[in-house]
């Protein structure tokens, strides 16, 4: 079990556990925001991005499963450094 999930179970106060959704929020929006691309959209509370699309496969910051986003930077980040490296031995 996550430690989120299992922090999420001790909480019993409804107040505890709409501030932990106004957190889990925030740092969607904070890697939204700071995840390098120009063609975010979020004008009407929406947190959605045109170049993630193409670039990760998914768009909407705010409903993706985390770990969606998680796992699809990641496996972008790790073809990035692979082409990157692939270019770097053509040029060695």
Known sequence: MATYEKYLKEKTH???????AREILELRKMLWLGHGHKGIYGDDGEMQCGECMTEYGFYDWRREPIEE???KIEATNLK?????AKGSNKNG
């Open 80 to 84: 990035r450094l692979l082409e990157r």
């Open 69 to 71: 986003i998680k796992s």
């Open 14 to 20: 409804p107040e505890e556990i709409v501030d932990l």
